[in-house]
């Protein structure tokens, strides 16, 4: 019963480590142009003119109104 418990347990929380990094692969996958930003972000512009922002950890960010990215070879 514990190794029942233990495996289930282990599923669990390797599940929930690998799903995020399944969402920024879809996210590189459709869109149309990435940029490398200069703090090691990337910038995702999509299709139909929609952006997302993640970090140098692959984790989804909001920008400021008026927060402006720099890309790794200095492009505002």
């Given at each position: 019963?514990?190794?029942?418990?233990?495996?289930?347990?282990?599923?669990?929380?390797l599940?929930a480590?690998?799903?995020?990094?399944?969402?920024?692969?879809?996210a590189?996958?459709?869109?149309?142009?990435?940029?490398?930003?200069?703090d090691?972000?990337?910038?995702?512009?999509?299709?139909d003119g929609?952006m997302a922002?993640?970090?140098?950890?692959?984790?989804?960010?909001?920008?400021?109104?008026?927060?402006?990215?720099?890309?790794?070879?200095?492009?505002?």
């Amino acid at each position: 019963m514990k190794a029942r418990i233990t495996a289930v347990v282990a599923a669990t929380v390797l599940s929930a480590i690998v799903t995020p990094s399944f969402a920024g692969d879809a996210a590189a996958a459709s869109a149309k142009k990435m940029f490398l930003l200069k703090d090691g972000g990337t910038l995702y512009v999509f299709e139909d003119g929609k952006m997302a922002l993640e970090d140098k950890f692959g984790r989804a960010i909001h920008l400021k109104e008026g927060q402006s990215l720099e890309t790794v070879d200095g492009r505002p």
